[in-house]
T-cell receptor
């Protein structure tokens, strides 16, 4: 399965600023996914990022707040814009799918733990 | 719409006890995939297993076993002879063919020595 390098691993940011999170994959992948995990909660999908097209956002998430870039098949960034304390969460990228190998699944980056003060 | 329900929010067991984590799912897809992930206190998500909708064979991997029953839309996870290192949050998740995962709320398992 793919290996994902996600940066930064954590950050403390001032409200009103923006943070860009990067995910680098060791192989070419068609789809990348971005999730948010609020404290003590489950994972919620923010958007799906395909190379060469605009990201598809889930209900409750908008491009102005969470712009995503996907310049090639191994890299993507998520920006959290104009941050407020409510944006304090773990953000994770994911790749993978449901290929024919029986235990092929979705791999996750190690996460970015964001605290907004 | 797809939905995953993990009714057990927190479970606490004494080491060496067996524990079963429940997962019930809803989907209209005829082909779908079920997953279990472990999230230890360090925060990373560890893939445990994937089960396809067309394969109801149960699986055992060491102390872990999974019981998939389409008739009850359940995909339960049992840890036999639990250990302190099993303490984590466990997520059940569902996807269609190459679609994003939908996660349950997770079950926090605490294994006490």
């Amino acid at each position: 399965s793919a290996v994902i390098s996600q940066k930064p691993s954590r950050d403390i940011c001032q409200r009103g600023t923006s943070l860009t999170i990067q995910c680098q994959v060791d192989s070419q992948v068609t789809m990348m996914f971005w999730y948010r995990q609020q404290p003590g909660q489950s994972l919620t999908l923010i958007a799906t990022a395909n190379q060469g097209s605009e990201a598809t956002y889930e209900s409750g998430f908008v491009i102005d707040k969470f712009p995503i870039s996907r310049p090639n098949l191994t890299f993507s960034t998520l920006t959290v814009s104009n941050m407020s304390p409510e944006d304090s969460s773990i953000y994770l990228c994911s790749v993978g799918g449901t290929g024919p190998r029986p235990n092929y699944g979705y791999t996750f980056g190690s996460g970015t733990r964001l605290t907004v003060v | 719409a797809q939905k995953v329900t993990q009714a057990q929010t927190e479970i606490s067991v004494v080491e060496k006890e067996d524990v079963t984590l429940d997962c019930v799912y809803e989907t209209r897809d005829t082909t779908y995939y079920l997953f279990w992930y472990k999230q230890p206190p360090s925060g990373e998500l560890v893939f445990l297993i994937r089960r396809n909708s067309f394969d109801e064979q149960n699986e055992i991997s060491g102390r872990y076993s999974w019981n998939f029953q389409k008739s009850t839309s359940s995909f339960n996870f049992t840890i036999t002879a639990s250990q302190v290192v099993d303490s984590a949050v466990y997520f059940c998740a569902l996807s269609g063919r190459n679609t994003p995962l939908v996660f349950g709320k997770g079950t926090r398992l605490s294994v006490i020595a």
